[in-house]
Structure formats: C-alpha cells, structure tokens
C-alpha cells in the first residue's frame, strides 16, 4: 500500500517556464513534507520541506504548497533550469519518538530542455 | 558542514563474502539512518539509530547488521548477501529523534553481489 505517490513518472519543460510536481498522501498521520532532488548514483539531496501547521513554503525558485484537505502537495520551480533535470521525490513522516522515517514516493523525473 | 560521507562508492561481493559498509557526520546530529534503493525505486528505510541505539529496524533479513559505534558513525555490516541484494545503500542523517527538520543523505555506496 503506497501512503505516498507521484502519479507523473517524467515531465518536460522549457527553461524558463514553470515546473509542478504533485505528490498525494493517504496517511492522515503525515505532518512534515519534503521534497528531494535526486541525481544518478548519488544520494538526494534536500530542496524544501512544509509542516502540517502552514500551506506554504518558498525558497528562492522553490515553493510547496500543502492542501491537508485534499492530502495533496505540490512543488511548483520558477524559473526551470537545465541543470534541475533530474529525478524529484516526494517524502512525508509522522511524529515518531524512534525517529523520522521517511516515506519517500516514487519519483518524478524532470527535464527542463534549453 | 552539511556533509554525510559513505565509503566505499562502489563494492562487488560474493554470496559468502563478509563486507562493511561504512557512514560519518559531523554535524552533531543524534539521528541516523540506512535506506535501500533499488533501479527506479524510491529509497526504503532500513534502519534508524537514535541517540546510537538501534529504535526502528523495518524487519530487515538479519545478513544485513547495522551497527552505531559513536554518534558520529554508521555502520552496516554484511553476510551472506543474495544477488537480489544489489542496490544502491543510502546513509542518512538528522538532527535527532522527533525533530522536523530534513534528513541528510551520503552518496550511497552501489552494492553489487555475484
């Protein structure tokens, strides 16, 4: 049973024109989202995170929205590099006194043509 | 610092073989972590240690042992691994147990066993 998912497995777009990634959640436990650039053969690597408590979050080319409601969020890039080709994870965790686990969707790839 | 370092990058074993797979930080976070990924497959947590003691293990096959020898290590030690076994192992880390904050990731060391 998947709790996270990407439903868009590629996306292309023109540098300079916006990306929007969508990532849906079916745990209501959820209550931090973040979102992870990945490169082959390396490990991700953080771009932006989103607690349960805000709808939004922006960080330079960078924006989450959340909509708890509809247990759906976004990441929206303005303006697409070339150089943010590149596969994008969703991951959402639960308060847990162990530690956070990350539950990761499965991935949209990115590419932004010159 | 936002550093977490992996070694090795690379490593083939044989099913009989006994290997280590190795992770540092020294960012003082208190929480660390194994995740598995396999060819277009999102990561899938392994392991978590916090505070060095071993709190979550996802009911991993026990050929995989983790072991947390100071707060600024990880080790996953290996035995008798099956070639279905191969993936890419991701080291992560964060600030500690129950805290929101990101997780940061290794390189990953790409297992190969033959």
């Known amino acids: 049973d998947q709790q996270v998912k990407q439903n868009s497995p590629s996306l292309s777009v023109q540098e300079g024109r916006i990306s929007i990634l969508n990532c849906d959640y079916t745990?209501?436990?959820?209550?931090?989202f973040l979102w992870y650039k990945k490169y082959p053969a390396e490990g991700p690597t953080f771009l932006i995170s989103?607690?349960?408590?805000?709808d939004k979050n922006e960080d330079g080319r960078f924006t989450v929205f959340l909509n708890k409601s509809a247990k759906h969020l976004s990441l929206h890039i303005v303006p697409s590099q070339p150089g943010d080709s590149a596969v994008y994870f969703c991951?959402?965790?639960?308060?847990?006194?162990?530690?956070?686990?990350?539950?990761f969707g499965g991935g949209t790839r990115v590419l932004v043509k010159p | 610092d936002t550093e977490v370092t992996q070694t090795p990058k690379h490593l083939v074993m044989g099913m009989t073989n006994k290997k280590s797979l190795k992770c540092e930080q020294h960012?003082?976070?208190?929480?660390m972590y194994w995740y598995k990924q396999k060819a277009k497959k999102p990561p899938e947590l392994m392991f978590v240690?916090?505070?060095?003691?071993?709190?979550i293990n996802e009911s991993v096959p026990s050929r995989f042992s983790p072991e947390c020898p100071n707060s600024s290590l990880l080790n996953l030690h290996l035995h008798a691994l099956q070639p279905e076994d191969s993936a890419l192992y991701l080291c992560?880390?964060?600030?500690?147990?129950?805290?929101?904050?990101?997780?940061?990731f290794g390189q990953g060391t790409r297992l190969t066993v033959v």
């Open positions: 992560a880390s964060s600030q500690g147990p129950g805290v929101k904050t990101e997780a940061f």
């Open positions: 991951a959402a965790s639960a308060w847990e006194a162990a530690g956070n686990k990350l539950t």
């Open positions: 240690y916090s505070y060095e003691k071993l709190s």
């Open positions: 960012m003082g976070h208190r929480a």
């Open positions: 989103i607690s349960s408590i805000k």
């Open positions: 745990n209501s436990m959820f209550d931090y």
